[in-house]
């Protein structure tokens, strides 16, 4: 079976820099996604990992470790704009569902 | 740039009345997916579609769901006796078809409320 970790909810200010941590069990693995998503709203794709390492997307940025089983999305230079949810997402070997952690409601303050 | 759409936007039903859920999947896309929310929830798979036939499908997806494409741009859902707790977000997503890691494009959903 899969789990995935991530904390309920976060609060940071604008103009700073957020670390959201993701940690999973799988019973394989081919792949680690982030997404971003507004209340009410579809997921939007931020970034994906396959091999360890850093990921680098303009402000976001989002980190692999496979072997612990651990992943974290940076978000720099925050905007109030980014309130939203961040859900991390396991895609299992074989297959090419995804399975969601619950989210990480993340709150920008001025 | 190209989009999953899906209608309708809010789907209002009775209890044990059957839905059908719409989605227009990004054109050259070839593996089609349906997930579902329930408020305040996790996003939970329900099934994934390739090649005219499901290619997997989660415990969530009994037989109360059944999956189609009746054309070359429609993908449906379809919800055959509602119940309250099938009410729920339901997302229709796609992937381009290859055996690359791609992201999947989520649709913005159809909001069904069973009553």
């Known amino acids: 079976g899969q789990n995935i970790d991530q904390p309920t909810e976060m609060t940071a200010t604008e103009g700073a820099i957020v670390q959201i941590n993701c940690t999973y069990q799988?019973?394989?693995?081919?792949?680690l996604f982030w997404y971003q998503q507004h209340a009410g709203e579809a997921p939007t794709f931020l970034s994906y990992?396959?091999?360890?390492g850093l990921e680098e997307k303009g402000r976001f940025s989002s980190f692999l470790s496979r072997s612990k089983g651990y992943s974290y999305l940076l978000l720099k230079e925050l905007q109030m704009k980014d309130s939203a949810s961040y859900l991390c997402a396991v895609r299992p070997t074989g297959r090419r569902a995804l399975t969601f952690g619950s989210g990480t409601r993340l709150q920008v303050q001025p | 740039e190209p989009e999953v759409t899906q209608t309708p936007s809010h789907q209002v039903t009775q209890m044990g009345q059957e839905v059908i859920l719409r989605c227009v999947p990004i054109?050259?896309?070839?593996?089609f997916y349906w997930y579902r929310q329930i408020l305040g929830q996790k996003v939970e798979f329900l099934v994934s579609?390739?090649?005219?036939?499901?290619?997997?499908k989660s415990e969530i997806f009994d037989d109360q769901f059944s999956v189609e494409r009746p054309d070359g741009s429609n993908f449906t859902l379809k919800i055959r006796s509602t119940k309250l707790e099938d009410s729920a977000m339901y997302f229709c997503a796609s992937t381009p078809g290859g055996g690359s890691v791609h992201e999947q494009y989520f649709g913005p959903g159809t909001r069904l409320t069973v009553t």
């Open positions: 990992n396959v091999l360890d």
């Open positions: 579609f390739y090649n005219n036939e499901i290619s997997e």
């Open positions: 054109s050259n896309h070839l593996y």
């Open positions: 799988t019973s394989g693995f081919n792949g």
